[in-house]
């Protein structure tokens, strides 16, 4: 069974640093496209960007695109969304989730930043 | 960029009626592999969401049957033949035929 487990949630002061994970299992995590998703509070759902783990080629969307850095450690099934410097803005829920495969998302890891 | 919307955002359905939304896209999502990349989603409240139907009309795992998906090249619909109490949230249509994907606005679905 496919699972996607996403680390807890944060909060964090405007100007930290932030690493979020997502550990990946039931299938061959380096041969599958996985991403980030936002959801911003009360509002809908946007990609942010994917990684392929086995190479590590890495796709951002255009608004998300030096503002974040997605990762993958191919060694334990783990994809990792990445801020260094959180802004207020930056408060939402992040879903890991693969785009072109039939497949569960995690649960969301709610980032909090806030002075 | 391919731009998704959905229609009604918000539908108010008694118990065993049927329900539809619709979902557009601004370019046809038929990719030259054959596959047209559009899938629905439910988002219960405070959870994340739950895949219904991927590649237009396939139920995934442990959906009920209830739920149908059809359409072709920009226009596509999700059917709930018998809404039952537990179908409360907001649907999104989503498409992966070109990154980044894209969503629709999402569709509100109440009981009445």
């Known amino acids: 069974e496919v699972e996607l487990v996403q680390s807890e949630a944060e909060v964090k002061k405007p100007g930290e640093s932030l690493k979020i994970s997502c550990r990946a299992s039931?299938?061959?995590?380096?041969?599958?496209?996985i991403g980030w998703v936002r959801q911003l509070p009360g509002e809908g759902l946007e990609w942010m960007g994917i990684?392929?783990?086995?190479?590590?080629?890495?796709k951002y969307s255009p608004s998300f695109q030096g503002q974040v850095t997605i990762s993958s450690d191919k060694s334990i099934s783990t994809t990792y969304l990445q801020w260094s410097g959180l802004r207020a803005s930056d408060t939402a829920i992040y879903y890991c989730?693969?785009?072109?495969?039939?497949?569960?998302w995690g649960r969301g890891t709610l980032v909090t930043v806030s002075s | 960029d391919i731009v998704m919307t959905q229609t009604p955002l918000s539908l108010s359905v008694t118990p065993g009626q049927p329900a539809s939304i619709s979902c557009k896209s601004t370019?046809?999502?038929?990719?030259?592999?054959?596959?047209?990349?559009l899938y629905w989603y439910l988002q219960k409240a405070g959870q994340s969401p739950q895949l219904l139907i991927y590649e237009v009309s396939n139920r995934f795992s442990g959906v009920p049957d209830r739920f149908s998906g059809s359409g072709s090249g920009t226009d596509f619909t999700l059917k709930i033949s018998r809404v039952e109490a537990e179908d409360v949230g907001v649907y999104y249509c989503?498409?992966?035929?070109?990154?980044?994907?894209?969503f629709g606005q999402g569709t509100k679905l109440e009981i009445k």
């Open positions: 989730a693969r785009p072109w495969t039939p497949s569960p």
């Open positions: 989503m498409q992966t035929i070109q990154f980044p994907g894209g």
């Open positions: 370019q046809s999502l038929l990719h030259s592999d054959g596959k047209t990349y």
């Open positions: 990684i392929y783990p086995d190479d590590s080629d890495t």
């Open positions: 039931g299938y061959t995590f380096t041969n599958s496209w």
